[in-house]
């Protein structure tokens, strides 16, 4: 009974331990998701990606022992690279900071076994499942995306605590059972996990502060809408209460045969009555921009031609269907100030389950491709030139494409995102 009563209870332990270990990359899996777009398509990709946090959070991490932290770094960047859909930048970003909070709780826990060898895997459940519970309060929004430049930003600063908890295990010299080596490491690697966490509450900041000045434009393009509609509607009102006073003052310039007065009379009534703010399509969000953007290309000496066969309704947000057609003409406003050609085409129609979205402009000088995108032909290129890059980005989220591309003269933008029909 005894011997039954202890292999029941082996059997028990080896079975938490089990259920614990195959659980904690879900976890994980999870919380990636948040900030990278999963590949899809083949269920392999699902299961490639469990594979990699299976084996990185079940990694065994010892004080001076390089080989599993070192040897497991490789295949989780190869396996974050391949496995998302996102930029580079966005993609090195997370993975500098996943890696760090993965491996310096498992240096944690594996150094410490004398005091937890039953309990290893159900303490890295608890700290993982803790881990979910408040990035699921936190983390209300589907994903959260940063611009590029602010993607950079998180990437040298997930540098710190992953050139940390590498270096205090890498090239620590003593190991295992050395007292002032794991009190060194006990003091550098919670810094390093918790550093890593603040790391992806601050990517939710920036992207609600990023969000909040998106919305902002958007309500600015919306608010210059609405005041040409309401200016135009004022100016109707105000020519039907004058229309008695201007057909006599016509009446007067015929009468006294001044016929070119008179016709130049009438071509000013027209001009006080033609629209201002015109429909280009169904879709609200959009047809402000293109509206505020015709303004924007009139006011440059431009003429913006546009043709859009759009729905009142699509599978975007309003942010994203705005920072599309804005950066888009942006940039084209901005190249064909410079060139001899001072129209700009935009052709968009949803049909046959795409949105398609082309831009075409005129553009002086050279355009340059660096790493595949177009350099900014602004003065600061530090400053500019990340139009195209969150486009890009855009487009990617909605499994889309983009391409650019500049020849002789001409700078041609193709967007194409599916959509439900």
Known sequence: TRNAGGRHMIFLFYAVQFACGVSTPLFAMWLTAKFLTPKKGRKLWLVLR?????????????????????????FFVLGMFFLYTDDRIPKLAITLVLYPLIMSLNAMIDNSRILF??????LRFAVWLGILLAARHLLREERYTLSPRLWKLIFALALLPMSATISIVAL???GYYDIAE??????VLPFAFFSALVLLYAITILYQHEKNESENQLYQIRALYWNNIEREQTQLRRLRHDMANHFTALSGLLDASENQ??????RGLQAAARPQAARYCAHPT?????????????EAGLLLQCTAHLPGTLPLSDLDLAALFG????????????????????????????????????????????????DTTKSDPRAHGFGLKTMETIAQR????????AENGVFDLVIVIPVKS
């Open 50 to 74: 469990y594979a990699m946090f299976l084996l990185a959070l079940n990694m065994i991490i010892y004080i001076a022992d390089p080989v599993n932290i070192l040897y497991t770094l490789p």
């Open 117 to 122: 060898y039953y309990f290893f895997q159900p």
């Open 172 to 174: 620590s010299r003593y």
């Open 182 to 187: 794991k009190a060194i490491g006990y003091t």
């Open 261 to 266: 007065k008179a016709l130049e009379y009438l």
């Open 286 to 298: 959009v047809n402000a921009v293109l509206a505020a953007k015709a303004a924007a290309a009139e």
């Open 327 to 374: 950066n888009a003409l942006d940039n084209a406003i901005e190249a064909a100030q410079e060139a001899e050609e001072k129209t700009i085409t935009l052709r968009t129609r949803a049909d046959k389950g795409m949105l398609m979205i082309r831009v075409q402009n005129a553009y002086h000088g050279s355009r340059q491709k660096q790493g595949g995108r177009f």
């Open 398 to 405: 909605y499994c889309g494409s983009l391409e650019a591309k």
